[in-house]
Each structure stands twice: as C-alpha cells, then as structure tokens.
C-alpha cells in the first residue's frame, strides 16, 4: 500500500521559515513526480510547487523566490523549504506523488503564519 507522509508543519511569525517533508513509499518514490500544493479556508486546492523524478522543479508565482522543492532519492522523501512567509501561506500543506494516470496524496500537515 502507497503512503505518503508529511511533516514539519505548524506555527510560524511573519518572515520565518519552515521545511516540510514528505517520506513515500519506496515502491513509487524514484519514478513518480512529487508535488506540494496547499489549500486555504474556503479557497480551492492549489500547486505550491514540484518537481520531476529527474529533478526538474516548477513553482506558482506566488512562492517563486521564497519556497524551494528537493527530494532526497536515498530518503524517499521529497522537501518544501519555506522562507520569508506570510500571512497568505496559512494553508493545509499537501504531498502529491503522480504518474500518469496514478495519484496519491497525503494527509496534509497546517501551516500557520501569524504574530
């Protein structure tokens, strides 16, 4: 059974940082796309950034130059390093490992900015 987990959420002030990390299942972890997208109150799922099995990473607008993707082959593990937050980044932070036509998501781990 595919799992992905996540972890290293929680709350943060204004302008600091946190890095998520999300540990798949090696059965799918070196040949799947990962993915991390983030869901605010009463807004739709949205792509925060990703990055290809060869390591190829896309960002939205809206985190370019503050977040950045990784993943740690050897891990199994794919990162989400975020920095300089703000207020807007509060979200469910999600993991999403894909190949077509294959998804899995993980659970979701909070982010909170505020002072």
């Known amino acids: 059974q595919v799992q992905l987990v996540e972890s290293g959420g929680g709350l943060v002030q204004p302008g600091g940082s946190l890095r998520l990390s999300c540990t798949a299942s090696?059965?799918?972890?070196?040949?799947?796309?990962m993915g991390w997208y983030r869901q605010a109150p009463g807004k739709q799922r949205e792509l925060a950034a990703t990055?290809?099995?060869?390591?190829?990473?896309t960002y939205a607008d809206s985190v370019k130059g503050r977040f950045t993707i990784s993943r740690d082959n050897a891990k199994n593990t794919v990162y989400l390093q975020m920095n300089s937050l703000k207020p807007e980044d509060t979200a469910v932070y999600y993991c999403?490992?894909?190949?077509?036509?294959?998804?899995?998501w993980g659970q979701g781990t909070q982010v909170s900015v505020s002072s």
């Open positions: 090696p059965s799918i972890f070196s040949t799947y796309a």
């Open positions: 999403k490992a894909y190949r077509f036509p294959t998804t899995f």
């Open positions: 990055i290809t099995s060869g390591g190829s990473t």
